[in-house]
């Protein structure tokens, strides 16, 4: 039986479609990679926006009707949609629904849908989980390495906690093993996957730290770089910091959501820093790491936002000065302390307004810190290959730079020169592969 995912949201979810791709691969299933031909289609999901949520139950109503044609047998529902609709789903046409910390259990899951149960599974399972889970990887030299599950900070727009549970930490043992295994795959970067990831081994004993564990990564002489994400500000320690600068492999990014400029609505938020805080962060990350990239995400129209909210926030992206920045429009979230007690109050028109003020703003920024590039060499690792025939990859601070080769493999090390900048990408000339 042949089985496509489609797969929305976060590097979490692409994560958990890599497991249980590869625990169906190992009860026998075929995995494709389009739905033509597919008889069972699985939509991992995210919740963690309305336009998420819409789109996956537009993509669902799609499905329904090649179910009705016979040209698919069954549909599935996995990932945050799953804990935050259950039953629903079923009602809406889907024919069984698993959680996002039941992944392990897919196959038990599928196997009773094929037989004709309507399952909805959403037993916590995740412990179950570990180095020697099967996953069908998606790249060869790159992998999400997930090391803790769950969120316990109950920001009040956020849907996560009730969608992914509460924090639980990896074994670090059990995590080096998998690392291990994967060298042997011949990967060579990795980013550690976390809602919150910073927290990661505060509910583990001897003292483990996400810091400690980029260590111990590190010490895999095949592993060139690690990344990690993503980060709450005020879990963000002297430790880590000082290990992100001074360990060659770990590299110098940090993306730390900062939400809002506002002291005001970062209280409504239940963000437990404020404005001041923040910038004192990353202020203490920039004296210690020599280039490091920070990137953010922003809520635009959070409820009650006034002008004077918004003019806080342009002022802080104007004075940190991010590398990257995702903005987003504030929807309300089904079971959140927002959607329940605020209401939404800002007009579409205002959250327009204010997000594309921001992203003019960040545009100018980019190209500013942009321009710091050029004529520069910077090491890449390669990622893939554009639509023009252009190789593409990103250096250790996260840029992205595109260049003109042959015969490069991916995940190879390049040299490239930068020739080229814009708001967005890097363009630049291949100068030298490693050790030619």
Not at 26 to 51: F, H, M, P, W
Not at 96 to 119: C, P, W
Request: aromatic share 8%; glycine share 8%.
């Amino acid at each position: 039986m042949k089985v496509f995912f489609k797969t929305y949201g976060c590097q979490m979810n692409v994560s958990d479609t890599e497991i249980m791709s590869g625990i169906l691969q190992q009860n026998g299933y075929e995995l494709v990679s389009s739905l033509e031909g597919a008889d069972v289609v699985i939509l991992n999901t995210c919740v963690v926006r309305q336009k998420s949520q819409d789109k996956y139950h537009s993509t669902l109503g799609q499905l329904l009707k090649l179910k009705r044609q016979g040209k698919l047998k069954l549909i599935g529902i996995a990932g945050c949609g799953s804990n935050l609709e259950g039953q629903r789903l079923i009602e809406s046409g889907a024919d069984f629904v698993i959680g996002s910390r039941s992944v392990s259990e897919i196959a038990n899951v599928l196997k009773r849908a094929i037989d004709g149960e309507k399952v909805v599974y959403l037993e916590d399972t995740i412990c179950s989980v570990g180095s020697s889970t099967p996953r069908l990887r998606t790249s060869g030299h790159h992998a999400w390495v997930t090391i803790i599950h769950g969120c316990n900070r109950f920001c009040t727009y956020c849907v996560v906690p009730y969608t992914r549970g509460r924090e639980k930490s990896r074994p670090m043992d059990d995590v080096l093993s998998e690392i291990a295994r994967l060298v042997e795959m011949g990967v060579k970067e990795i980013t550690f996957l976390g809602q919150n990831v910073d927290a990661y081994g505060k509910d583990l004993k001897n003292n483990i730290s996400l810091a400690k564990l980029i260590e111990k990564a590190s010490q895999f002489q095949n592993i060139e770089r690690i990344w990690f994400l993503t980060s709450y500000p005020t879990d963000i320690t002297d430790e880590l910091i000082e290990v992100v600068a001074n360990n060659p492999k770990a590299a110098k990014s940090f993306h730390i959501p900062v939400q809002s400029g506002s002291d005001r609505i970062l209280r409504l938020m239940n963000r437990r820093y404020a404005r001041d805080y923040y910038l004192s962060l990353v202020e203490r990350i920039r004296s210690r790491v020599e280039g490091v990239s920070i990137s953010s995400d922003i809520i635009v129209g959070f409820p009650t936002e006034t002008e004077e909210d918004h003019l806080q926030t342009v002022d802080l992206v104007k004075r940190v000065k991010f590398e990257r920045l995702n903005l987003a429009i504030y929807s309300p979230r089904e079971g959140t302390v927002a959607s329940k007690y605020f209401k939404d109050d800002v007009s579409r028109s205002e959250k327009i307004k204010r997000l594309n003020e921001l992203l003019e703003l960040q545009k100018e920024i980019n190209k500013e810190l942009n321009s710091k590039y050029l004529g520069a060499s910077v090491e890449v690792i390669v990622e893939g290959i554009t639509k023009d025939g252009l190789y593409y990859g990103r250096d250790i601070r996260n840029k992205i730079i595109v260049f003109r080769g042959s015969q490069i493999s991916l995940g190879e090390t390049v040299q490239v020169k930068i020739s080229k900048i814009t708001a967005g990408p890097l363009y630049g000339e291949l100068q030298k592969k490693r050790g030619l």
